[in-house]
């Protein structure tokens, strides 16, 4: 059994399901050759022309470029450069309308040329086989090329995926898009020079197999390449006209009967396929140092008074090159679509700019393509399903999308297709299905987008949370341990006692030199009357006295009286929510509290020993004999002698 190499040498092609067969109109724009359409007064360059991120700018407003010149950098392999056209002025950096189905403004540099076309230095490749893989995917990114078949994804990103795993390198020639006919130009021109770039290719990847692969409509082409060819390894083969041939994936359907998996590229499948305009740039890019400055456009369509292809540069406006080329805009409907009437749009004015992927202007007349009528229901008829060469069912993809249901239109892999417009050419009710595809899909994209972001922001929440959570426990950790060597410190500088326990021992120390006696001290003028007292009585007892002389005592009382009386008013005047009806004594004690706990439970002792004393006195009627004088001695004294732990308690 032959192997798959083998038998793509012997000739086989298979095909692809669905597709269609329009009306081609090519032969009315490659019958001229290439012109070269003039340096316009004003070129708009949008910042980002390819799949992926824009560059960061390297120029302002007001600055002088050279031809070639970058005008951004490109840091990853999704950032491609925009080089200045020409010679000139940066004008303006601000949003311009742009070649986008949505019609939308993006940033753009805005260039006035000086017409002088002043290159800047340039640094080409003499033998591009004695530079590394990654050099020349270098060259080929900072020339900013991007798939220039209308893609537009990075190309030296693109090859990069196919190194080391490559088996079959696939050139597109088939342009199957009607009314362009930007490559097969191209091809009947420059062939050799698009050779040159699938030699470049050719030494990055190290295929098995080389396979050129063009539509049996471009027959000059198809000279032109076998005479480029011949004495190359490459195999040239020629396809039945079909629409959508030139898709990627059904290109490598019909060459090498392979399929690309869902939600996978070629290279999964050991297949890499760049684009012929793509090729062209390469060798310009690497062999004469030149960056994607300029492209080849079609301008075609009855508008025209002769189609023809043309190099123009890259930002020229629309207008500048209708106003060149002869263009008579339809009375009636006058329209500018962007590409071919498969998958083309129409343009929202004419000042749109010549971007990288734009292969064609297009400027029907009213009766070579007809007006859009209404949109009809779907009368359920199948065809697009039929037609549809990624095998999904449009009809059903139209509801959801319709209904903006876009989890079932990503279950049915609207994402798989191409946007060829095969399902929207056959349907008899007219419904513009790829206009639904399209928003579906940038729905979609903007949705991922903002989940995307919201879970980076959620792993971005999640880390601070846990460096905080990390630096607070390091940070205690750091002053554990610092407490934990300053203790160590002390205990070395102390003996072994760190401060805490020295500082309780000296506390300890200072209490065990004040006196341990809890007993109540007496002051010494109310200790010395008591003894005074005591010494008359035993000396009265002795001369016969029958009642002791108490003068003094009565006295020292009521000199007790009117110092307590003073310390009652001064404490009023200090507590103002002192009870005023505490007795003269209870005052007393409580003042003396304040002073002195244990001198004041003496005083109140004392009191209460007098007042008894008294009391007793009144309640005998005054006693006439020694006896009861002397037993009433007993008595006082030892009422006056109390015992102050005793008193203390009473006064409590």
């Known amino acids: 059994m032959q192997s798959l190499i083998q038998q793509i040498r012997s000739g086989a092609l298979w095909d692809f399901p669905g597709g269609v067969h329009p009306s081609d109109n090519k032969r009315q724009s490659n019958q001229t050759i290439l012109s070269r359409a003039s340096i316009p007064n004003e070129l708009v360059l949008p910042v980002k022309q390819h799949i992926g991120k824009a560059g960061d700018l390297l120029i302002n407003a007001g600055d002088y470029v050279l031809k070639g010149q970058p005008l951004t950098k490109s840091n990853t392999s999704f950032m491609l450069p925009v080089h200045a056209p020409t010679s000139g002025v940066i004008s303006a950096i601000e949003p311009r309308t742009t070649a986008h189905p949505s019609g ?62 490559t088996d079959i390198f696939i050139i597109n020639a088939a342009e199957c898009e009607p009314y362009i006919t930007a490559d097969d130009k191209l091809l009947q021109e420059h062939a050799q020079d698009v050779l040159d770039g699938i030699r470049v290719v050719e030494h990055i990847l190290k295929p098995k197999l080389t396979i050129i692969g063009i539509e049996d409509n471009k027959p000059e082409a198809i000279k032109a390449l076998e005479l480029a060819a011949k004495d190359h390894d490459v195999i040239i083969r020629v396809i039945p006209t079909k629409y959508p041939s030139g898709g990627e994936k059904q290109l490598i359907k019909v060459l090498t009967n392979k399929e690309v998996p869902a939600g996978g590229i070629p290279a999964d499948i050991g297949i890499v396929v760049q684009n012929i305009g793509s090729l062209y740039a390469i060798k310009k890019a690497v062999i004469e140092g030149e960056p994607v400055i300029e492209r080849v456009v079609t301008l075609t369509g009855k508008a025209f008074k002769q189609p023809r292809n043309v190099w123009a540069l890259i930002g020229t406006p629309v207008q500048a090159l209708l106003n060149e080329f002869d263009y008579q805009a339809d009375k009636k409907l006058p329209r500018l679509i962007m590409g071919g009437p498969m998958m083309g749009f129409t343009l929202p004015h004419s000042q749109v700019p010549i971007t990288k992927t734009a292969n064609c202007i297009l400027a029907p007349t009213r009766r070579e393509i007809s007006e859009s009528r209404y949109e009809m229901e779907c009368i359920r008829c199948g065809e697009c399903a039929e037609v549809c060469p990624a095998s999904l069912l449009p009809q059903q993809l139209q509801w959801y999308a319709k209904s903006e249901e876009f989890d079932k239109c990503e279950q049915l892999n609207l994402k798989d297709c191409i946007e060829c417009g095969a399902c929207a050419f056959v349907c008899p009710s007219e419904i513009p299905l790829v206009k639904y595809y399209r928003q579906a899909k940038a729905e979609m994209r903007s949705q991922k987008e903002a989940s995307e972001a919201a879970e980076r922001a959620k792993i971005r929440f999640e880390e601070r949370k846990s460096r905080l959570e990390r630096d607070k426990a390091e940070r205690e950790n750091r002053f554990k341990k610092a407490a934990d060597d300053r203790r160590k410190d002390m205990k070395k500088s102390d003996g072994g006692n760190d401060a805490v326990a020295a500082a309780i021992a000296r506390v300890k120390a200072q209490q065990a030199e004040k006196p341990t006696s809890t007993e109540p001290t007496v002051k010494p003028a109310v200790a010395a009357a008591i003894a005074k007292a005591k010494a008359k009585q035993a000396a009265a007892a002795q001369s016969g006295k029958t009642e002791p002389d108490n003068s003094e005592m009565s006295q020292l009382r009521a000199e007790r009286k009117r110092q307590a009386r003073a310390r009652k008013a001064e404490a009023e005047k200090t507590a103002l929510n002192s009870d005023n009806q505490t007795s003269k004594a209870s005052v007393s004690v409580d003042v003396d509290a304040k002073a002195d706990p244990k001198k004041a439970a003496v005083a109140a002792a004392i009191a209460r020993a007098k007042a008894r004393k008294a009391k007793a006195t009144t309640d005998n009627a005054a006693p006439t004999n020694e006896q009861s004088s002397v037993a009433s001695e007993p008595k006082e004294s030892a009422d006056t002698e109390v015992d102050p732990k005793k008193a203390a308690v009473a006064a409590a």
């Open 104 to 165: 939308l403004t993006e940033l753009c540099i805005v260039l006035t040329p000086d017409h002088q076309d002043t290159w800047i230095e340039r640094t080409p490749v003499s033998d591009f086989t004695q530079q590394t893989n990654e050099q020349l995917l270098d060259i080929i990114r900072q020339a900013g090329i991007a798939g220039m078949g209308g893609a537009g994804f990075p190309t030296a990103r693109k090859i990069q995926s196919g190194l080391a795993r």
